[in-house]
């Protein structure tokens, strides 16, 4: 292998290139995290035959500019794909290739850049497709811890300081209460300028929209406890390309590296080795049109095919307590804590399932239906399910949260999203379904004055109702034990 460090319109790259003659195809990996943690990863896929070219984003690490978060990837992207094109070694067929961020950058590639610096396939994994997807649900609710923490480790700076909110929350626990939430750079101790306009962003789907007239194959990776499932399905459903697959896993944003309570030995994939045999089969034609790919079936050690999905089914559950509660933004529902309170007024209303008589396998879309009322204009309701297992234990299984504006009391009918399942429950099992007015600091705290979020200087709290009778679980139940797939096979196929 040979290893050299160029300059692509000046931003910092790194090339290595596998033994031999060449020419070679290209894996193009362009990161705001340092190209230099990448090396091992470049040098996988220089050994299997591609030349690999990872490159510092404009602003980040060794490479100049102004650091502006989605500005300018297309841009340089373009540049840099038509400077590989031009190199001796390169064979002019290239993929893209990367994880959050990187992922939106090999996507414009596909997308957004001119006809000659198209790639030829495209690898995107747990994709953080924009400012307005990854700063908010796609209900408008605020994501605000995963912001604040991508914020405060890489916003505005050169470099990354990865524990920079962790560290500040040691210093200051109510750091992410305090009003108002735009105020956070100051509190950080640091300029974050570009902090307050993301806020403003509302462009979402953009991507997603223009996917339909995608040209390159594509390999979408997600895990069921990402940020971003909902992203990456709707992406590879969307995907009009010759080929879509898709690699759903028991997994968190670092995919693998995270695995989910639900994971078990067979979702332990290597995902750089299917990569490679996915990139040669797509730059040789080798893949079948149309869409497929594999999903994870959670607790069971299973593998799914990607358009597996059972039917809805109604469920109704018994209240246990809270149909009248107050959602108090001073006191609200923790996202990080599922104990619930067992003493004073309640702070949610609360509900469970009878014990399940047999294992269900759920694998599909989930949502809530209910018909509740707020004494407040604008009210946001979080409904959180949870598993309740024989053995006693609690695990998070799904959430959803919206944004209501109606007038204060009046009684209205309304169904959360709480996003894609596919687990297995054992028999015995139940589940614990929490509605309240907050979910707190994975989403930023609804003030109920009608005020935004994000500028709020005060808090109300918000008289609630629910309708006990009214409130119906929708979970979508696979009919009969599932044939299990090759993950391989059908991302190959």
């Given at each position: 292998?040979?290893?050299?460090?160029?300059?692509?319109?000046?931003?910092?790259?790194?090339?290595?290139?596998?033994?031999?003659?060449?020419?070679?195809?290209?894996?193009?990996?362009?990161?705001?995290?340092?190209?230099?943690?990448?090396?091992?990863?470049?040098?996988?896929?220089?050994?299997?035959?591609?030349?690999?070219?990872?490159?510092?984003?404009?602003?980040?690490?060794?490479?100049?500019?102004?650091?502006?978060?989605?500005?300018?990837?297309?841009?340089?992207?373009?540049?840099?794909?038509?400077?590989?094109?031009?190199?001796?070694?390169?064979?002019?067929?290239?993929?893209?290739?990367?994880?959050?961020?990187?992922?939106?950058?090999?996507?414009?590639?596909?997308?957004?850049?001119?006809?000659?610096?198209?790639?030829?396939?495209?690898?995107?994994?747990?994709?953080?497709?924009?400012?307005?997807?990854?700063?908010?649900?796609?209900?408008?609710?605020?994501?605000l811890l995963s912001r604040a923490g991508w914020w405060a480790a890489h916003g505005d700076r050169r470099d990354s300081d990865e524990n920079a909110l962790n560290k500040a929350l040691a210093e200051d626990p109510g750091l992410l209460a305090r009003l108002p939430l735009t105020a956070l750079p100051e509190r950080l101790g640091r300029a974050l300028p570009s902090w307050a306009g993301l806020w403003l962003q509302r462009d979402r789907g953009r991507l997603v929209a223009r996917a339909a007239h995608a040209g390159p194959p594509l390999l979408a990776v997600g895990g069921h406890h990402d940020h971003f499932t909902e992203e990456t399905v709707a992406l590879w459903r969307a995907w009009g390309g010759s080929s879509a697959r898709l690699l759903l896993g028991p997994w968190g944003h670092p995919l693998t590296?995270?695995?989910?309570?639900?994971?078990?030995?067979?979702?332990?994939?290597?995902?750089?080795?299917?990569?490679?045999?996915?990139?040669?089969?797509?730059?040789?034609?080798?893949?079948?049109?149309?869409?497929?790919?594999?999903?994870?079936?959670?607790?069971?050690?299973?593998?799914?095919?990607?358009?597996?999905?059972?039917?809805?089914?109604?469920?109704?559950?018994?209240?246990?307590?809270?149909?009248?509660?107050?959602?108090?933004?001073?006191?609200?529902?923790?996202?990080?804590?599922?104990?619930?309170?067992?003493?004073?007024?309640?702070?949610?209303?609360?509900?469970?399932?009878?014990?399940?008589?047999?294992?269900?396998?759920?694998?599909?879309?989930?949502?809530?239906?209910?018909?509740?009322?707020?004494?407040?204009?604008?009210?946001?309701?979080?409904?959180?399910?949870?598993?309740?297992?024989?053995?006693?234990?609690?695990?998070?299984?799904?959430?959803?949260?919206?944004?209501?504006?109606?007038?204060?009391?009046?009684?209205?009918?309304?169904?959360?999203?709480?996003?894609?399942?596919?687990?297995?429950?054992?028999?015995?099992?139940?589940?614990?379904?929490?509605?309240?007015?907050?979910?707190?600091?994975?989403?930023?705290?609804?003030?109920?004055?009608?005020?935004?979020?994000?500028?709020?200087?005060?808090?109300?709290?918000?008289?609630?109702?629910?309708?006990?009778?009214?409130?119906?679980?929708?979970?979508?139940?696979?009919?009969?034990?599932?044939?299990?797939?090759?993950?391989?096979?059908?991302?190959?196929?």
């Amino acid at each position: 292998m040979t290893a050299f460090s160029t300059a692509v319109e000046e931003l910092a790259t790194d090339v290595l290139l596998p033994a031999g003659h060449g020419p070679f195809p290209t894996v193009l990996v362009r990161t705001p995290y340092d190209r230099t943690r990448h090396e091992a990863e470049a040098r996988g896929w220089a050994r299997r035959g591609f030349a690999a070219v990872v490159q510092d984003v404009r602003g980040r690490f060794a490479s100049p500019g102004e650091w502006h978060p989605y500005a300018h990837e297309a841009a340089d992207g373009t540049a840099a794909v038509r400077w590989i094109r031009q190199q001796p070694w390169s064979d002019g067929r290239l993929v893209p290739a990367g994880a959050s961020y990187a992922a939106h950058c090999a996507l414009v590639l596909a997308l957004d850049a001119p006809r000659d610096a198209r790639p030829d396939a495209v690898v995107a994994a747990v994709p953080a497709l924009g400012l307005a997807e990854t700063a908010r649900e796609a209900s408008g609710v605020e994501r605000l811890l995963s912001r604040a923490g991508w914020w405060a480790a890489h916003g505005d700076r050169r470099d990354s300081d990865e524990n920079a909110l962790n560290k500040a929350l040691a210093e200051d626990p109510g750091l992410l209460a305090r009003l108002p939430l735009t105020a956070l750079p100051e509190r950080l101790g640091r300029a974050l300028p570009s902090w307050a306009g993301l806020w403003l962003q509302r462009d979402r789907g953009r991507l997603v929209a223009r996917a339909a007239h995608a040209g390159p194959p594509l390999l979408a990776v997600g895990g069921h406890h990402d940020h971003f499932t909902e992203e990456t399905v709707a992406l590879w459903r969307a995907w009009g390309g010759s080929s879509a697959r898709l690699l759903l896993g028991p997994w968190g944003h670092p995919l693998t590296a995270a695995p989910g309570p639900d994971a078990g030995p067979a979702h332990r994939l290597n995902l750089g080795e299917l990569y490679v045999r996915w990139a040669r089969r797509a730059l040789a034609g080798d893949l079948a049109p149309g869409r497929h790919g594999a999903l994870a079936l959670g607790g069971a050690g299973l593998w799914l095919p990607a358009d597996a999905e059972g039917e809805p089914r109604a469920h109704r559950m018994r209240l246990l307590h809270g149909s009248a509660f107050t959602a108090d933004p001073a006191r609200p529902l923790r996202s990080d804590d599922l104990t619930v309170p067992a003493d004073g007024p309640p702070d949610r209303c609360l509900l469970v399932t009878p014990p399940s008589p047999r294992p269900l396998d759920l694998v599909g879309p989930v949502s809530v239906r209910l018909r509740a009322t707020a004494h407040t204009p604008s009210a946001d309701w979080a409904a959180r399910l949870v598993v309740l297992p024989p053995d006693g234990t609690a695990e998070r299984l799904a959430v959803g949260v919206v944004r209501r504006a109606e007038p204060a009391g009046r009684e209205t009918a309304f169904t959360v999203g709480l996003g894609r399942l596919a687990r297995r429950l054992r028999a015995g099992t139940r589940l614990r379904l929490e509605i309240a007015g907050h979910h707190f600091p994975a989403h930023a705290r609804n003030p109920h004055t009608g005020d935004d979020p994000m500028t709020a200087a005060r808090l109300l709290a918000s008289r609630r109702e629910v309708h006990p009778d009214s409130v119906v679980l929708n979970l979508p139940v696979l009919p009969s034990r599932p044939a299990p797939t090759d993950p391989a096979e059908e991302i190959l196929r």
